[in-house]
């Protein structure tokens, strides 16, 4: 196993994360199997481990801390995250205090050795950021308890939004984590959140390296060319090996639901082995095939005539994003951030934008198609209130 050194502490390159356990049949997480995986990953020195709050509905928090406590507390290191993104209107409040202390009782544990704000984004930061819920300063506090070794965030924010919070608060967190992968480089401006980060000192952990699994399976002729370049290594561990080769991060997490993938994985971060020239053309081929519909360069030239005032460019990327798939729950919780007048069914499909627009794209179809597919969508307001009353359900059940 490959390790890196964050500050005092040998990391495995490799994090278990745990948002896509193995299930039963019922729907309910395969604790056999979970053992079975966390027994290979601690054999091979894999020492980090991601949950969060939301993840499988809370039962994920249990069912790993209950997986690692069959090994000494010294060998592992744990993730949970505070779900602030959640407190949406029309939802009760999840308050830092009351959240963690549940989370380390699921757990099982006394203190959490890494602990993050969970998915900054352009809407969570109103919470984030609001000074009266006191979010921030309830943590860095269980920081000098000790109940927190480690402080940081995980985002889905773009580059401008991640800019103003890293300013606002990089001196109180130590980490950050995004979504990176070689489609996301581009389609996401992972490039220029990496440049962001290391400008301010933050080391990069990754989530999504290969998108939800769309990184691992190809057509037959791309998968070919893949094994006649790196005979004996899975489509997925090219993914793997392109984040060794481009922005080199202090930490990949995998979400892994077998012990296939566990053990493939495993074996791809047991030795660095960058990508050539070649490889990475191929690479940056599938990137072009998985970057969207719309040809869109974000010249802006659209933007100045809009009547309505539309930041076109960015609802043609979100619109891009939704059609590379994967990921669809993030992109709509970047979608419901912009308010009303701002989203794609604010077009009045006067014309001015196609008119102005360098790539002869017919944009008012374009927004009556992105309207289209996020109406089709549950949205991102609607599942945190499912979630909030199913967890309500449960206490109630419970009590």
Known sequence: ??????????????????????????????????????????????????????????????????????????????????????????????????????????????????????????????????????????????????????????CHAGPAALQRFVDQFVKDLEFCQIQLNYVDWGLQDAKQKCDILKKAGLPVWVMEPARGGKLAHFDGVTEEKMRSLRPGESIASWAFRWLQTVPKPMMVLSGMSNLEQMEDNIRTFSSEKPLNPEELAVLEGIAGTLSGTIPCTACRYCCAGCPVGLDIPMLMNLANEMDVGGTVINTLMRYSSLGDGKRADACIGCGQCRKACPQMIDVPAQMTRLADMVAKQKSWEEICRERAAAAEAEAAQKG
Not at 60 to 85: C, M, N, T
Not at 110 to 137: A, G, I, R, T
Request: aromatic content about 12%.
């Open 1 to 154: 196993m490959l390790f890196k050194q964050f500050q005092d502490l040998q990391l495995s390159s490799l994090g278990f994360g745990t948002m896509r356990l193995p299930l039963q049949s019922d729907g309910s997480i395969d604790q056999a199997e979970l053992d079975r995986m966390v027994d290979s990953a601690v054999v091979s020195g894999i020492n980090y481990f991601d949950t969060a709050h939301p993840y499988h509905g809370g039962k994920s928090e249990v069912a790993i801390g209950k997986s690692l406590a069959r090994y000494p507390r010294e060998q592992w290191y744990l993730a949970d995250k505070f779900p602030g993104h959640q407190n949406v209107k029309g939802v009760k409040e999840l308050l830092p205090e009351q959240v963690f202390e549940e989370q380390l009782q699921r757990c099982g544990v006394e203190y959490f050795d890494f602990y993050l704000l969970h998915n900054v984004n352009e809407n969570s930061m109103q919470y984030y950021c609001n000074p009266e819920k006191h979010c921030l300063d309830y943590f860095l506090k269980q920081k000098e308890l000790g109940r927190i070794r480690h402080l940081g965030f995980s």
